[in-house]
């Protein structure tokens, strides 16, 4: 037997890390078990399925990697096969017409409720004569489709839970379209399931209380049911359901903010899974010769993004600056920083250094240039950020003036680290008094990157603009 996977968003709204974080699981599995990944789009909701929404999602796996054997299949363009089966269940009695109204229906809730019942649809419509359906029909009344559900338990097996009980009494005869031609999730999905050969549902544990209703269209169409895999639910830093309608956000926000595809998949993988031993960091590749689907964890799983950072930092440091540079180059939601690099009159080497620079501090890739951007736009500071320990300004300004005479007498060729620290490390013996002042000086901040490789950068004319400007400052 093939194993056959699925992930199947509704496109209501921007891919986040928990449908990432399903559809990964489900390639993983796939590409384990040589298996197919279909990739299909339920997008039967015609008032919140947006193209936009389908096209982050396509993106999105696309940026990540995660790539897809067969689809994108859209249930939209599917139709005529759920009025197929509608119309088998409507035939065999095992679904029915219900013309009940929301005020009527709400008023059955209101007394069951009253009576200590659990709220339930009273099969008043099954009642129905079929010349009675026709007639309603006829006048244009309105109507939904309801499963007939027997009034017993159901068991079905979990993969990580292992058996699951459901009392159907309390579930009733629900819903499962809204015409002929307008299928509800609980229909299309398992009729997609079963006609594509899905033999795994691999899926959020929010989906469990789904389940139940998608196993009694298999067992009225007498199906045989795929093995339902529930993953751990996935929590939000605060605790709560992280959710797209709760304002989660998208795989292409954090791709825009600079993270890298690596850095969010190893993160990703272990909301519900690790690797043997103490194992952190772990490609793409590993993952799949590693992974065992036996081996998920049940347990809810709260997001870290500081652990997210972390794992984005080292991916960072990983890549070479020529790679960094062509990523920028080629990615239009960089565009704000290829605009920066493009106005200056760096050459691609100096760039690589700057970037080289900025790697040390920054989680992302946009942070490279955020805390090295003294090199790309004009800056001041307030004076009192060149002090240093107990000296006075006016010792400060002898520091500056200092480093500015011995500077100039050094020859443009020679601007390098060596000389320049060999130079400053012999103008006083506090280090700190000729150092710190001299990196205000060349950055306006607090923090940076070390004064020495800054000149190199910046070549002798600038970097000694910069210091006479301090100075002035001081004046």
Not at 40 to 53: G, H, L, M, P
Not at 168 to 191: C, M, N, Q, R
Not at 341 to 356: A, F, H, L, P, S
């Amino acid at each position: 037997m093939i194993t056959k996977v699925r992930f199947a968003p509704s496109p209501t709204g921007y891919l986040h890390l928990g449908g990432a974080r399903t559809a990964l699981f489900n390639y993983i599995y796939a590409k384990k078990t040589k298996g197919q990944f279909i990739l299909r789009i339920e997008d039967t909701d015609k008032k919140r399925s947006k193209v936009e929404f389908v096209n982050d999602i396509l993106e999105s796996l696309r940026w990540l990697n995660i790539n897809w054997d067969e689809g994108p299949i859209f249930q939209s363009e599917r139709i005529s096969l759920y009025q197929k089966i509608i119309d088998q269940l409507l035939k065999e009695g095992k679904a029915y017409y219900c013309f009940c109204s929301k005020e009527e229906l709400e008023q059955k809730k209101i007394f069951q409720i009253s009576q200590g019942l659990t709220p339930r649809y009273d099969r008043t419509c099954l009642k129905l004569s079929k010349e009675e359906i026709n007639k309603k029909i006829s006048q244009n009344i309105p109507y939904v489709i309801r499963l007939r559900v027997p009034d017993q338990v159901l068991i079905f097996k979990d993969f990580l839970r292992g058996e699951i009980k459901f009392d159907l009494s309390l579930i009733g005869d629900f819903v499962i379209a809204k015409s002929l031609t307008e299928p509800l999730f609980h229909l299309s999905t398992p009729i997609d399931d079963y006609y594509q050969g899905i033999t795994h549902i691999i899926r959020g544990a929010e989906h469990i209380s789904n389940t139940p209703k998608q196993i009694m269209i298999y067992k009225q169409m007498n199906w045989k049911l795929p093995i339902y895999v529930h993953i751990p639910l996935l929590l939000n830093e605060g605790g709560g359901k992280l959710s797209k309608r709760k304002g989660a956000k998208s795989i292409l926000e954090y791709k825009k903010e600079g993270h890298l595809p690596e850095a969010i998949i190893n993160f990703l993988i272990l909301l519900g899974w690790h690797p043997e031993g103490e194992q952190e960091i772990i490609s793409l590749e590993e993952i799949i010769q590693q992974f065992e689907l036996e081996k998920l964890e049940v347990r809810p799983c709260a997001l870290n993004l500081k652990k997210l950072s972390w794992l984005n930092r080292i991916y960072l440091r990983k890549k070479l600056s020529q790679e960094i540079l062509k990523i920028i180059n080629s990615d239009e939601y960089f565009s704000d920083i290829k605009e920066i690099i493009k106005n200056t009159n760096y050459n691609d080497e100096q760039i690589n250094k700057i970037i080289e620079l900025g790697k040390e501090r920054a989680n992302t890739i946009k942070e490279i240039f955020s805390s090295v951007n003294f090199f790309f736009k004009e800056f001041d500071f307030d004076v009192s950020l060149l002090k240093w320990k107990d000296y006075s300004l006016d010792e400060i300004k002898v520091s500056l003036e200092t480093t500015l005479k011995n500077l100039s007498l050094l020859e443009d060729e020679k601007f390098k680290a060596g000389y320049l620290k060999n130079i400053l490390d012999n103008l006083h013996n506090d280090k700190g008094y000729i150092y710190w002042p001299l990196r205000v000086a060349l950055t306006g901040l607090q923090y940076s990157p070390p004064p020495i490789e800054i000149m190199e950068i910046l070549g002798k004319e600038k970097t000694l603009k910069l210091i006479e400007k301090a100075i002035n400052k001081l004046s």
